[in-house]
């Protein structure tokens, strides 16, 4: 990695193998040839991202301390004060505050993480919430819905820059299907996710749907892994549109 020029700490929440963390071995990934310096701070240690990221030369410092936001807000300004950085790029909507106010007392700085819709996530922490949003000097969205209404809530046009989700087609390299090639027609969808709106889980079965209407002959499976706030009404919803063999 080429150490000069740039020197960016990100901030994360968490290093599990999810969404938001695994976009943030995307960008370390982008950045490792660039003239950037980069490094993690993270709350939590020995999670499953962590050793892909130091794979990347890239090195990563614990600075959850406890659960208390001050000392946390502490451990990460002196993490900057030991070593400046000109950029602390947060990771999650949670840790926007923890970026912003440690890169203004440290001079660098602060971009913050919106990885969802802002609606619920300010619904949820309120004042805090406001606050995420708010108090970066720049934001970066993964969604056009995240981007505007982040300037609904009063970020200019300019401060909130659309970052959409990458994907690595390496690690979906399609395989032959065996009920394909040995005859049995069946087609399995898998959805696996949190049944709240911002899933889109109606969209899946809408795709149940229509796969099972498109594909006469097929037997059709489709299965959700998951449970949330919205269970109900999309139980409703697929006794409405799907087969009875499939609802």
């Not at 969404?19 to 939590?44: H, I, S, W």
């Not at 890169?103 to 996530?121: F, H, Q």
């Not at 109606?202 to 037997?219: E, I, N």
Request: aromatic letters at 4%; one cysteine or more.
């Amino acid at each position: 990695m080429n150490r000069s020029g740039t020197r960016v700490s990100f901030l994360a929440g968490t290093l599990v193998n999810d969404g938001a963390e695994r976009q943030l071995v995307y960008m370390l990934r982008a950045l490792k040839d660039a003239p950037v310096a980069c490094r993690v701070l993270c709350f939590t240690e020995g999670e499953e991202l962590e050793p892909e990221i130091r794979a990347l030369g890239v090195p990563v410092e614990h600075v959850g301390v406890g659960h208390s936001r001050p000392a946390r807000l502490g451990a990460i300004i002196g993490s900057l004060g030991r070593r400046p950085v000109d950029i602390v790029q947060s990771a999650h909507f949670h840790t926007n505050l923890y970026a912003a106010v440690a890169a203004r007392l440290t001079g660098a700085v602060s971009i913050g993480a919106i990885r969802n819709d802002v609606r619920s996530e300010v619904s949820d922490t309120g004042l805090l919430g406001r606050g995420q949003v708010l108090l970066p000097q720049l934001l970066i969205a993964n969604s056009r819905v995240g981007r505007d209404r982040a300037i609904d809530y009063g970020r200019s046009a300019d401060r909130v820059h659309l970052v959409e989700n990458a994907v690595d087609l390496r690690r979906f390299v399609p395989l032959p299907h065996p009920t394909i090639h040995g005859g049995d027609r069946t087609l399995r969808l898998l959805l696996v996710g949190r049944l709240v709106p911002q899933t889109r889980v109606d969209r899946f079965l809408r795709m149940v749907a229509s796969a099972a209407q498109q594909l006469p002959g097929w037997t059709i499976e489709g299965r959700i892994a998951g449970d949330g706030p919205l269970r109900g009404e999309l139980e409703a919803l697929a006794r409405t549109i799907l087969p009875p063999s499939l609802s």
